[in-house]
């Protein structure tokens, strides 16, 4: 899990570096609690967003239908 947190910070850095600019931080996923507790970063955890776009998808689906 520290590759995976270090991998995420080393990424945050290069972008921020390269575009010289904030950004607001979202995280999700299976390791995002982990992450967000250890990260030097401060993110708005969003631990089911992938699942709230597929729902959206469906609805805007059936909706077309």
């Known amino acids: ?3 995976t947190l270090d ?3 080393g990424m945050i850095d290069r972008i921020r570096a390269e575009q010289k ?3 607001v931080l ?3 996923g299976g390791f995002a609690s ?7 970063y401060t993110f708005h ?3 089911d967003l992938v699942l709230e776009g597929i729902h959206f998808i ?3 689906q059936h909706q077309l239908h």
């Open 1 to 3: 899990l520290l590759g």
């Open 7 to 9: 991998a995420t910070d």
């Open 21 to 23: 600019k904030e950004f």
């Open 26 to 28: 979202i995280i999700t």
């Open 34 to 40: 982990f992450i967000q507790q250890h990260s030097k």
């Open 45 to 47: 955890l969003e631990p």
């Open 58 to 60: 469906g609805k805007r």
